[in-house]
Every structure is written in structure tokens, then in C-alpha cells.
């Protein structure tokens, strides 16, 4: 668990039930004021080197940059983690795909700002109501979208883990959604990969977080979605505004 003046914060990650390697990542810098959740794609361990690049390109921006410049310095961070991961799938040879879903908040003077690409999620608890504050850049969420699909539908779907965006990828540009938001002391932000929310409804996700009366430990959350036997890796960060 860390600590800075404004923000209390603490992660945990799991490898999961069934694979191997963990190739998540996540940052947790109330210091700089900056926390993110990457889930990588591609094998052969190139999902690994796509969410650790993204996480070493975040927690490299320097400290006490104002509200502005950080999320300016963020956003850079992620379009030039885009460039570095298309290099290097290039140089590896035709057909390789490295990429990595990322969720980010930013920390903005009154407010906070979330940035995404894929399905990675942030939540916000308040006041003891759970929202939502990302959209999955998914195949089954534009069906959904389309009428297609339902949500119970989509969980269930065969094309669940196709996703529309990412960092890397091999896309030539870089498209990330924003939203941001007013932060109220007391207000807690879950950023996660998709291996606790697919395991975890969003009302058990609820649930969990309202069993602790301080911070909510990631660790419940990761406990929770072994328990439902998540195949996938398993990575949240939980951010508390202090009063």
C-alpha cells in the first residue's frame, strides 16, 4: 500500500489458474500521481515485454508535473509505447503482433482522468454505488452496442477476448478513449484487466469493495476471481481519495 498527501493506493497480480507467465502489468505511483493496468497479447511472451514497456514508459514521467502537463505526458508516454511495440514487432518478422490493452488515471487537480484502449476497466465507488467509467474497445461490445448481443450473452460469447484497440498491435496510430471525472474524498477507483471482470460481476465486484471499511485490497478482488476459477491473469489497482 502506498501513500502520498492526496491518494492512498495499493495493487496486486496473479498469474491466474492455468497460465504460466503473468503477462500483466500495472503502475502505482500516488507520487507522481498516475496509476495504470496493461494486459498483454501475443505470445511467446511478447505480451510480457508489451505491458512492462507500457509500465516503465508511465512510471518513467517526472515527478511534479502539473495536472496538465502530466496527462499530456501520459498520453505521450502511451503513442510513443504504440511506436516502440510496432519497431520491435517488426524486427521480430512478419506476422508477430506484441500489444497490451492499457487503463490509465491520471490525477487532475479536482478531478481525475481515466485514458483506455481495449478492455481493461476502471470503476468508480461512491458512496457505496459502483459505475463504470470505461467502454470495452471489444468485438462483443459493439455487438452489444449493435443490438447483436446481449451483456449476458457476451460473457459467454466465443469471441469474448477479441479486442478492437490496443497499444501495439501493428495499428499505425494509437486510438485512445478518455472520460474524466470530479473526485470526492472517500471516492475509490478500481482499475483491473479483464481476467477479474470477466470472473467477477459487477455487482460481486460491489460487494467485495464494501467489506472493507478502508482502502478495498486488490488482493480480495484477485482471491476472489481464483476463486471463480479465472483462467486468465489476474491484475487490479484500487486508488482512495483522501480527505
Not at 21 to 37: H, K, Q, T
Not at 65 to 93: D, I, Q
Not at 125 to 143: F, I
Request: charged share 25%; hydrophobic share 45%.
Amino acid at each position: 500500500m502506498l501513500t502520498s498527501r492526496r491518494f492512498r493506493s495499493a495493487a496486486a497480480t496473479h498469474a491466474g489458474t492455468i497460465r504460466a507467465e503473468n503477462e500483466d502489468s500495472y503502475v502505482d505511483r500516488p507520487d507522481l500521481g498516475i496509476w495504470a493496468v496493461a494486459d498483454g497479447a501475443g505470445g511467446h511472451a511478447a505480451g510480457a515485454f508489451a505491458s512492462r514497456l507500457i509500465a516503465e514508459r508511465l512510471e518513467a514521467l517526472p515527478p511534479g508535473l502539473p495536472p496538465e502537463a502530466l496527462l499530456s505526458a501520459a498520453r505521450a508516454g502511451l503513442v510513443a509505447a504504440h511506436g516502440a511495440l510496432n519497431e520491435e514487432a517488426t524486427r521480430r518478422g512478419a506476422g508477430t503482433v506484441i500489444a497490451s490493452t492499457v487503463v490509465v488515471l491520471v490525477a487532475q487537480e479536482q478531478r481525475v482522468t481515466c485514458l483506455w484502449a481495449g478492455d481493461s476497466r476502471a470503476y468508480v465507488l461512491r458512496r457505496a454505488a459502483l459505475s463504470r467509467l470505461t467502454r470495452d474497445h471489444s468485438l462483443v461490445q459493439e455487438l452489444i452496442d449493435a443490438g447483436a448481443l446481449t451483456e449476458a450473452e457476451a460473457e459467454t460469447d466465443s469471441r469474448a477476448n477479441v479486442i478492437t484497440r490496443a497499444v501495439g498491435s501493428n495499428a499505425p496510430a494509437l486510438e485512445l478513449d478518455e472520460v474524466s471525472v470530479d473526485c470526492q474524498p472517500g471516492d475509490r477507483f478500481i482499475l483491473c484487466s479483464d481476467g477479474i471482470s470477466k470472473a467477477l460481476s459487477e455487482e460481486k465486484l460491489a460487494r467485495i469493495l464494501l467489506m472493507l471499511d478502508e482502502i478495498p485490497s486488490p488482493e480480495l478482488l484477485v482471491t476472489a476471481a481464483l476463486a471463480a476459477k479465472s483462467p486468465d491473469n489476474l491484475t487490479a489497482v484500487s486508488v482512495e481519495v483522501r480527505d
